[in-house]
């Protein structure tokens, strides 16, 4: 399997609810990133998890959490949605281990789900 | 802390003429710096990134990049534009091949015929 894979592709939520997002990884990406675009802007960093375990935040609400499976699917999960939560969220995997420097393997995105909060 | 500017939220160029989306970053550390394109309702596209080496890189599409540490800006050019360029496209730039990659906020190109 080649690419990054998120699930679903368009989400429409009321404020309040919860929602989870999945993304699949090629098979040996062990970093993940998600990202949030509103629209109009550019991506914004969520979080990043290696082998299974946070490995960094950006400037999100606890309400904004996730996990990493093994089988390099990962979820992010959105609690107590607000109206400004509606956004592409983008998910990124990598082949390369977070603080390594290597010339070679960067991030694949996923084309994104499409959350929008009424 | 690492940043990204864009100038010109929209840049707006004839079929065939020359392209220029200016970028330009600050960063304590030598950086990567990448250019990605968003066509709607998709993902990011990588278009080309500066890692270590030559200054001057290719990207696909006919776009190319310079890296240029004493202006710190990673311009991004395409000699003739077609209308399939007409994108979203965002610079960014990370610490590391898999760190937190930080995004400028865009520059709409459009095309005209």
């Known amino acids: 399997e080649t690419g990054v894979t998120q699930s679903p592709t368009h989400l429409i939520k009321t404020r309040g609810q919860q929602v989870t997002l999945r993304c699949s990884s090629q098979?040996?990406?062990?970093?993940v990133s998600w990202y949030q675009q509103a629209l109009g802007q550019g991506p914004q960093f969520i979080f990043q998890?290696?082998?299974?375990?946070?490995?960094g935040r950006g400037n999100f609400p606890p309400r904004f959490s996730g996990l990493q499976f093994p089988n390099y699917s990962s979820e992010l999960n959105v609690n107590a949605l607000e109206l400004d939560d509606s956004a592409l969220y983008l998910c990124?995997?990598?082949?390369?281990?977070?603080?390594?420097?290597?010339?070679?393997?960067?991030?694949?995105f996923g084309s994104g789900t499409r959350l929008t909060v009424v | 802390a690492q940043s990204v500017t864009q100038l010109g939220s929209h840049v707006s160029v004839s079929e065939g003429a020359l392209v220029l989306l200016r970028c330009n970053y600050s960063?304590?550390?030598?950086?990567?710096l990448f250019w990605y394109v968003q066509y709607p309702n998709q993902g990011l596209q990588l278009l080309l990134k500066?890692?270590?080496?030559?200054?001057l890189v290719k990207g696909i599409n006919g776009f190319e990049a310079e890296f240029k540490k004493s202006e710190t800006s990673f311009h991004l050019t395409k000699p003739s534009a077609h209308m399939s360029d007409a994108a979203e496209y965002f610079c960014?730039?990370?610490?590391?091949?898999?760190?937190?990659?930080?995004f400028g906020s865009g520059t709409r190109l459009s095309i005209r015929p």
């Open positions: 998890y290696y082998r299974e375990e946070e490995n």
């Open positions: 098979s040996g990406h062990n970093t």
């Open positions: 500066y890692t270590t080496g030559a200054t």
């Open positions: 990124a995997s990598s082949l390369a281990e977070p603080g390594h420097i290597t010339s070679g393997d960067g991030y694949t």
């Open positions: 960063s304590s550390v030598p950086p990567y």
């Open positions: 960014a730039v990370s610490w590391s091949s898999a760190s937190k990659i930080i």
